[in-house]
């Protein structure tokens, strides 16, 4: 018993220690891919809108690219329509005002009225604009 607590408590420790360790702009970004995956489960368009530059460029995983007017119509129209988004093994990496972030995304669809699945892995480039985080680029691939 007293070998489970240790090994309990040295389970907490970590978790509490690596919970500490993202710095306050790991955590802002983290909140913007939160946005994000929120607002395309959504297809709110002004939420869409809001979240990325003007000179975003959207990758699938098909090799198709959008650009943000493309990206936010095809959500916003229900064309690309992602009933639920799971994102799991999530690392960011701030470089000053520029932050990648790699995850991996499960998610079921709903493009055009045709049920889907998808499971990919994305990497996702934010850029800071007065103060706010915004997705600049999006480059997604099969797994």
């Not at 990206?71 to 520029?98: P, Y």
């Not at 990648?100 to 049920?115: F, K, Y």
């Amino acid at each position: 018993m007293k070998h489970l607590f240790s090994v309990l408590a040295l389970l907490l420790l970590i978790g509490f220690t690596t919970a500490q360790a993202q710095s306050k702009e790991e955590t802002k970004v983290a909140a913007a891919v939160e946005q994000l995956k929120q607002a395309m489960i959504s297809g709110d368009r002004k939420a869409l809108e809001a979240i990325t530059t003007d000179a975003l460029s959207y990758g699938h995983s098909s090799g198709k690219i959008e650009d943000k007017a493309a990206f936010v119509e095809a959500l916003a129209s229900g064309k690309s329509d992602f009933v639920t988004m799971d994102l799991s093994n999530q690392t960011i990496q701030v470089n000053g005002k520029t932050a990648l972030v790699r995850h991996q995304l499960a998610g079921s669809t709903n493009d055009s009225g045709n049920p889907g699945t998808v499971k990919l892995g994305v990497l996702l480039v934010w850029q800071k604009q007065h103060g706010q985080w915004k997705l600049l680029a999006r480059q997604a691939y099969k797994l």
